[in-house]
């Protein structure tokens, strides 16, 4: 899963890298265009061929004509100057907005975990809440809770099985330590589900069913 998701990110980056070129490359043309006409360019060649056959008697002599009559020099010039100007602002632009993009997916994720971590802290308080009344029924509706959220999260984790039952089968070759607790908050909850008529369940029982999810969960990370 790890490779898998590596592959995604170099996938992500090469993506963001074509972008960021095409993008500066449309610019680049944008501004040569502009600012250098065609007829400007196709008379480069010509240009520099004159300046060396009418002034090449004299080097200083020749530079200060040459420069005076020439304005194409300076428009070459400044057009050059402005192109690495703007090639390297558009350069810095593309590189914050990378940046930008990977500061917010980084704490995205963040926002997730936390997200969700907060939801199952509400969960299990619900579920304490259940176990801190008076009534038979909450301190049952609470066993219930906590069962499905096992059996949710061995699913999560990756223990194959049809049922919650199964999936502790399953979590035998996985080396769940605290897989006992598991089975017997699991078995307690089939026999009040099944046979609470002829056993009914006391306050004190039900908080230690209610402990050994506690253990389970949190070895699963979810506590």
Do not use: C
Not at 141 to 160: K, M, S, V
Request: hydrophobic share 40%; aromatic share 10%; charged share 30%.
């Amino acid at each position: 899963m790890a490779e898998k998701g590596t592959g995604g990110k170099n996938k992500i980056g090469f993506e963001n890298d074509a972008i960021d070129y095409a993008i500066l490359a449309f610019i680049l043309i944008a501004v040569i265009s502009a600012s250098l006409g065609l007829e400007d360019i196709k008379d480069v060649p010509q240009f520099l061929k004159d300046g060396y056959e009418t002034y090449s008697g004299s080097f200083i002599g020749a530079f200060i004509p040459w420069v005076t009559l020439h304005s194409l020099f300076f428009k070459t010039t400044a057009t050059l100057i402005m192109v690495l100007s703007v090639t390297g602002i558009t350069y810095l632009l593309l590189r914050l907005r990378r940046v930008n993009v990977q500061e917010y997916e980084k704490y995205k994720a963040i926002d997730i975990e936390s997200e969700e971590a907060k939801a199952r802290q509400v969960q299990w308080e619900i579920i304490l809440k259940h176990m801190g009344s008076e009534n038979h029924a909450e301190w049952k509706l609470g066993i219930l809770e906590a069962d499905n959220i096992l059996d949710e999260l061995l699913e999560e984790r990756g223990f194959r099985g049809e049922t919650l039952g199964d999936r502790l089968k399953f979590a035998e070759a996985k080396g769940l330590k605290t897989l006992n607790d598991a089975w017997e908050a699991h078995k307690a909850r089939n026999k009040i589900v099944h046979e609470e008529a002829t056993s009914p369940l006391n306050k004190r029982d039900a908080r230690k069913i209610i402990d050994l999810y506690e253990k389970v969960f949190k070895e699963l990370g979810y506590l």
